[in-house]
């Protein structure tokens, strides 16, 4: 009688190697197979798709015709660009409108109060906003919608250049007009979006992280701030990005602050400024492109450092809730 612990043994016997020195229930393939590569098949390039490439290249031309100009003739002696054969490429690159820009125009001080005024904008917005929106997403208030509605239609009435004045009153009166006076009075006018993108975007976050914040002991601002605003880090992104455009770019509000105090310009206002404070009639273009293009360098940086959030916080701010 066979012992079962023979019979076991014979049961797990390994297969014989075949041939080649593999045996026949091996898995994997083969050496021969694991050397050769696969040929890629070649993709067709149809004939649209070059014609669709090249009208989008023509096109990104055209749209950045305007900006590569500016850039030469702010290197481009002036009268150069007064003349009507003087070509894009500058005769001789004159650097130093940048330089004459930075210190004679005072754009130098004209820069820090831009900084000065868009810090505080943006830093209000971003903590204004975000509060303002979590409680609207997360708390059914007597007379919401009411207000939601009121916030809604000051967006389409459009009312900005209508109250300019009577703000400029109101913060003169105040004592704010200075700096702090423009920064409250550009927040009023962005805050609105912004807050509709965050209250959208908290919709759609879950609340059970929330929920266990509050059995630990943290009340409403305790749970928006350690829990929920750093989850709104894409959406917020978006708001800076926004936030930094409307309130650098903004034309009117510090204009009207700075007419009685040039001190108070903006870069904006102080490159329109250029034109007219001109000596002999004659307005310096090559500088005011030199300024112009200083001008843009900050939300250049800001966008390429924030872009990687701002497509994902824009999109799930307006399509969420």
């Not at 708390?139 to 919608?145: A, C, I, N, S, T």
């Not at 459009?158 to 700096?179: C, H, K, R, S, W």
């Not at 609105?192 to 409403?220: Q, S």
Request: hydrophobic share 50%; charged share 15%; glycine share 8%.
């Amino acid at each position: 009688m066979t012992t079962p612990t023979r019979s076991l043994s014979l049961s797990k016997r390994r297969p014989e190697p075949v041939e080649g020195g593999r045996p026949d229930d091996a898995e994997g393939p083969s050496p021969s197979v694991i050397g050769t590569r696969v040929p890629r098949r070649r993709r067709r390039v149809r004939p649209l798709t070059i014609l669709l490439h090249l009208i989008l290249i023509a096109a990104a031309l055209i749209m950045l015709s305007p900006l590569i100009f500016g850039l030469l003739a702010s290197v481009s002696p002036l009268d150069q660009i007064l003349s009507r054969n003087g070509g894009i490429v500058p005769r001789v690159w004159e650097w130093g409108n940048y330089v004459q820009a930075w210190t004679t125009a005072n754009f130098s001080r004209y820069f820090v109060n831009s900084l000065i005024v868009t810090a505080l904008v943006v830093v209000l917005d971003t903590l204004a906003s975000s509060m303002t929106g979590y409680v609207l997403a997360r708390r059914k208030l007597r007379g919401q919608r009411f207000l939601e509605g009121l916030y809604v239609g000051t967006l389409f009435v459009g009312l900005t250049t209508a109250t300019l004045f009577p703000q400029y009153v109101i913060a003169e009166a105040l004592g704010l007009d200075n700096l702090l006076g423009i920064a409250l009075v550009q927040l009023a006018g962005i805050m609105l979006v912004h807050i509709f993108l965050i209250k959208a975007f908290v919709l759609g976050l879950g609340t059970e992280m929330e929920d266990a914040a509050r059995v630990d002991g943290c009340g409403l601002f305790g749970t928006y701030w350690r829990v929920t605003f750093p989850m709104m880090r894409p959406i917020l992104a978006t708001t800076v990005i926004l936030g930094f455009q409307a309130s650098w770019n903004n034309y009117q509000v510090p204009l009207v602050f700075s007419l009685a105090a040039p001190d108070l310009r903006t870069l904006v206002v102080g490159v329109s400024a250029l034109q007219y404070d001109a000596a002999e009639g004659m307005t310096p273009y090559n500088t005011v492109l030199a300024g112009a293009n200083m001008a843009l360098v900050p939300i250049v940086v800001i966008f390429i450092v924030l872009q990687r959030h701002f497509v994902r916080g824009w999109t799930e701010g307006s399509v969420k809730g």
